[in-house]
Every structure is written in C-alpha cells, then in structure tokens.
Antibody, heavy 113, light 113 residues
Framework: QVHLVESGGGVVQPGTSLRLSCAAS????????MHWVRQAPGRGLEWVAI????????YCADTVKGRFTVSRDNGKNTLYLQMTGLRLEDTAVYYC??????WGQGTLVTVSS | DVVMTQSPLPLPVTLGQPASISCRSSQSLVHTDGNTYLSWFHQRPGQSPRRLIY???KRDSGVPDRFSGSGSGTDFTLKISRVEAEDVGVYYCMQGTHWPLFTFGQGTKLEIK
C-alpha cells in the first residue's frame, strides 16, 4: 500500500528558508514522477512542482520559480522541497503526491512575522 | 498557461439526487500521444485530496460507480448519479496534458440541501 509522509513544516519568518521532506513506501519510488501541491488556508489546490522519476527533470510553478527547488533521493525513497525567500503567501499545507493517485497527509508551513 | 474553469462553484444537492460539475480548459487537453490527461479529485474537510477519475473517464480503484467522468477537448463533466452524504466536500478538476505545468480548477463545493 502506498504511503507518503510529509515532514518539515513549521512557523517561519518572511525571507527565511525551510526544507520539506516526503518519505515514500509501499511502491517502487524510483519508477514514479512526484509532485508537490499546496493549499493555502481556506483556498483551493495549487500545483507547485514536479520531478521526474530519476530527478533529471524538475519544474516549478511560476509563483515559486527561482525560490523553491524540488529534489529526490531514490536511495532513501524521499522527496524534498527546498523553499527559500519565503513569503506570507507561501503559507499553506504542502502535500506530496504520486501521479495523483496517492497523496500524503500534508505538512503545514506558516510564514509569519 | 492553461486555465481550468469549474462551474458551479457552490453546488447544493438533495440526497439521492444527481449532481454534475463542469470543467472547461483554455486549451485542448488532447496530448500528442492521443490521450487526454484530465483528472477529478474529491477533498473532504480536513482530509487530503483523493483522485476519483483519471484520463477523463477512468475510475480509480474503490471509487463507487455512481461517479462518472466524460468529455473531450476542452469540456469535461463529473457526474454523480445519486448523491450520498459522504460525497460532501470540494471537487477539483486537474489537467496534466500540458506537462510539466499542471493546473487545478478553482474547486466546486458540494453540500447537502
């Protein structure tokens, strides 16, 4: 059974950095592209980033491009999201997901002064 | 960028009655490989999203057959044949055709009258 567990969220000040992790189990992690999706409080879903199965291709939404970097360690079955230059509007629950079929429970990032 | 527009946004429905949600894309979602990568997700309050439908009309494992997806090109529909209490929540469409940039609709909130 696919299991995705995000971690690393917390309360941070604007301009600072944070790294989120997503531990995967129950499937062959290295075979799948992975996504990050976020949801601001009371708002809809926003796609954030995708990384190919081997990490050779990475793309981010325009709203985070240049500030967020997605990466993965297939040896550790773990997906990462490095977030820098955090803004108030980055406050959200961040989910990792496979091709859409499986999602984690999310980790809350709060950017506040 | 591809814009996904859902309607209606609030959807009040009587238990046992049908419901229908429309999703329109600003560009055709037919991929060069011939497939159409349009998915539907359901999110209950306080929970992670769950995919119901992928590639327009394919139901995910465990999804009740009262849920069906249809459409082509730029116009898509999610139908619930008879709404049950557990169907409340927000429904999102998402396009994955225009890789690597994925896009969600605004979300349609289904509530029981």
């Amino acid at each position: 059974q696919v299991h995705l567990v995000e971690s690393g969220g917390g309360v941070v000040q604007p301009g600072t950095s944070l790294r989120l992790s997503c531990a995967a189990s129950g499937f062959i992690f290295s075979n799948y592209a992975m996504h990050w999706v976020r949801q601001a409080p009371g708002r809809g879903l926003e796609w954030v980033a995708i990384i190919s199965y081997d990490g050779s291709e990475k793309y981010c939404a325009d709203t985070v491009k240049g500030r967020f970097t997605v990466s993965r360690d297939n040896g550790k079955n773990t997906l990462y999201l490095q977030m820098t230059g955090l803004r108030l509007e980055d406050t959200a629950v961040y989910y990792c997901a496979t091709d859409g079929a499986s999602w984690g429970q999310g980790t809350l990032v709060t950017v506040s002064s | 960028d591809v814009v996904m527009t859902q309607s209606p946004l609030p959807l009040p429905v009587t238990l046992g009655q049908p419901a229908s949600i429309s999703c329109r894309s600003s560009q055709s979602l037919v991929h060069t490989d011939g497939n159409t990568y349009l998915s539907w997700f359901h999110q209950r309050p306080g929970q992670s999203p769950r995919r119901l439908i992928y590639e327009v009309s394919k139901r995910d494992s465990g999804v009740p057959d009262r849920f069906s997806g249809s459409g082509s090109g730029t116009d898509f529909t999610l139908k619930i044949s008879r709404v049950e209490a557990e169907d409340v929540g927000v429904y999102y469409c998402m396009q994955g055709t225009h890789w690597p940039l994925f896009t969600f609709g605004q979300g349609t909130k289904l509530e029981i009258k």
